[in-house]
């Protein structure tokens, strides 16, 4: 367990903090600015009326944040951040009880807080809302995962995240055992079905985006075995097979034969994992991961 120091003892987020959140690969400074418009979102301009209303000025206290359902943990930094940010935080304490990517059962503790009550009950609700939606979507990519256990498919994430949030739903895809496809538009391109149109042929698209960004990773999404023929003629080493069946994607891996890496999407479940990651593809893309999974319960109850 880790304490947090008070902010008034740091200028700025906390070092131990900052250096947290860039350990797992995230922008500090981003996530701060998530994190206060979440807070601002919360209190509109105003106060925590029930709060200011409730809490005697001065009264501090701890709280324990649990989890209430089984899962994998993610974002308990940036719940901390968010008590930290939050109106009278300064003097707020966080102890970690959990680390990112731990699998917590009912009743597992996963962060404490300590300080002014007011800060905390204020701050309760922003940090919740953070950490179960990205626990949730942590627990999800894990349940894929284990269900690929033992082939040698990767589960991996999509560009169909909430917007505003695509940093940290793509680091609670690593904390679930996931990993990330591109994470913007232009640091690696992806030749779909409408760019073959555009361009009149899948060699046509490839070829323009080769012309266009030499260095830059190229996947093509193909919906047939001609066109997978086409694509490594083309000299593609990604290839996106939608929506093929199961004994579609094994002649694609038998076609490729190792030419190419391949990736199987398009209404991927966690019962339907397992027989696709053994056709030998070396990814599974799931959209579900990021727009699609249920928040993992974790409550907060003050203790004194």
């Known amino acids: 367990m880790t304490e947090l120091p008070a902010r008034a003892a740091v200028p700025g987020i906390p070092p131990e903090l900052t250096g947290r959140l860039a350990a797992a690969g995230l922008e500090p400074a981003q996530v701060a600015s998530i994190v206060e418009a979440a807070l601002d979102e919360d209190l509109a301009g105003g106060t925590d009326v029930t709060t200011g209303a409730t809490v005697r000025p001065g009264t501090r206290g701890t709280a324990d944040l649990a989890a209430r359902s089984a899962g994998v ?29 731990d699998r917590v059962r009912p009743g597992d503790p996963v962060l404490t807080v300590s300080g002014p009550v007011g800060a905390i009950l204020t701050a309760e609700r922003t940090a919740l809302n953070l ?3 990205l626990s949730g979507v942590a627990t999800l990519t894990r349940q894929f995962a284990d269900a690929v256990a033992g082939t040698r498919a990767r589960i991996r994430d999509t560009r169909k995240t909430l917007p505003g949030l695509r940093a940290l739903q793509k680091y609670a895809v690593r904390c679930g055992g996931g990993v ?47 066109q997978v023929a086409e694509a490594l003629e083309a000299g593609a080493d990604l290839i996106l097979l939608d929506n093929f069946s199961v004994a579609g994607l094994a002649a694609a891996v038998r076609l490729t034969a190792g030419r190419a890496k391949l990736e199987a999407s398009g209404r991927i479940t966690v019962d339907t994992a397992a027989a696709i990651a053994q056709t030998g593809v070396d990814y599974l893309a799931v959209g579900a991961l990021t727009h699609s999974a249920p928040v993992l319960d974790i409550g907060l109850d003050l203790l004194e």
């Open 73 to 101: 943990v993610a974002g308990l930094p940036v719940a901390a951040l968010a008590f930290w940010l939050a109106p009278g935080g300064a003097e707020v304490t966080v102890t970690f009880r959990a680390a990112d990517g």
């Open 131 to 133: 950490l179960c939606h």
């Open 180 to 226: 990330n496809h591109r994470m913007s538009l232009s640091d690696a391109a992806l030749i779909k079905d409408n760019h073959v149109a555009a361009a009149g042929s899948v060699g046509a698209a490839f070829a323009a985006v080769r012309r266009a960004a030499p260095g830059l990773p190229v996947e093509v999404e193909c919906d047939t075995l001609e």
